[in-house]
């Protein structure tokens, strides 16, 4: 549909353009259960490989509102304390799209008997893409970018350190460290430079009895200019095959997530996000679907 009125909407609530660009990287909300895309670190840490896919639909009721998927598959090398993984991800907001594909290394090492400690590197390519064929100009007479789609191709890395134990885990990542500036039709501007992302992650689980286990995990997030970003979430988990739990973004939304294992190797998670800025008045929410298959273990864990 051409259209520009998703960014009309935003312009007259008032919103801050932080709103639309503090993160320029892929949001989920089930990031728990696919944390491989925020940290390659995490690659190799389990022992077994997994496949993880997210598929996230935000501000349901928006006209060309934020959709984001995510496919992502890693695990470790069957005899060394090493892994591999890679992942791609499209994000599609309006006329504007994103999409990236990376391939991970990471390396662990063990710091006593119950405490490992993973370093992760990635590096892949980022395409950013703006359709002009999908909007209306005010001006009918300036043809030029609605005749067209104009693509810019940029190279991308991050790093990762990942600590974890038996109950815990302890992260910290960095992305788009080359912070490139972005190129659309021969005009370079630091408005369309690429921002260094930092992630700080943290997790504990309790086991209650046999039967009952509640996690608990945090996300903070910092993009450079605007504020950090806290995501807290708690879940409880049945027979490590039911969970139900909930999820609060600064600023941004409450969530409920529910999931169930099947056979302890199929996940499907469901996630829907109840906005807490003015904005919610003019949507119903945003959903997350996760699915993820476990493969069978190639190394003692």
Do not use: C
């Not at 992942?87 to 063990?110: C, E, H, K, Q, W």
């Not at 996630?271 to 699915?291: P, Q, T």
Request: aromatic share 16%; proline share 4%; hydrophobic share 35%.
């Amino acid at each position: 549909m051409k259209n520009a009125r998703f960014y009309i909407l935003i312009l007259l609530l008032g919103l801050p353009l932080s709103a639309l660009h503090s993160q320029q990287l892929p949001n989920f909300t089930q990031y728990m259960f696919n944390d491989f895309v925020l940290n390659p670190a995490i690659a190799g840490t389990r022992p077994y490989y997994e496949i993880r896919s997210n598929s996230r639909f935000q501000w349901a009721g928006v006209i060309d509102a934020p959709q984001t998927m995510s496919l992502s598959i890693y695990g470790p090398h069957s005899s060394k304390d090493m892994g591999f993984g890679g992942y791609l991800f499209n994000d599609i907001t309006g006329p504007t799209s994103r999409t990236g594909l990376y391939g991970s290394y990471a390396y662990n090492v063990g710091i006593n008997d119950n405490i490992r400690l993973s370093m992760g590197l990635s590096a892949g390519i980022l395409q950013n893409k703006v359709d002009g064929t999908k909007i209306t100009l005010f001006d009918p007479n300036d043809q030029a970018l609605q005749e067209s789609v104009y693509s810019s191709y940029s190279p991308d890395a991050s790093i990762g350190l990942y600590a974890y134990g038996e109950n815990w885990f302890a992260g910290f990542s960095a992305f788009q460290l080359f912070a490139n500036s972005l190129k659309y039709y021969d005009v370079k501007s630091g408005l369309n430079k690429l921002k260094t992302h930092y992630y700080l992650m943290a997790g504990y689980r309790f086991e209650i009895n046999s039967d009952f286990m509640v996690e608990g995990s945090s996300l903070v997030k910092k993009v450079t200019p605007v504020p950090f970003q806290v995501e807290l979430n708690v879940r409880g988990m049945y027979q490590k095959k039911f969970w139900l739990g909930v999820s609060y973004r600064s600023s941004d939304a409450m969530s409920v997530l529910l999931g169930y294992i099947h056979m302890e190797k199929y996940y499907f998670g469901y996630a829907y996000d109840i906005g807490l800025s003015d904005f919610r008045k003019y949507n119903s929410g945003s959903h997350e679907i996760m699915v993820g298959v476990r493969f069978n273990k190639i190394k003692n864990p």
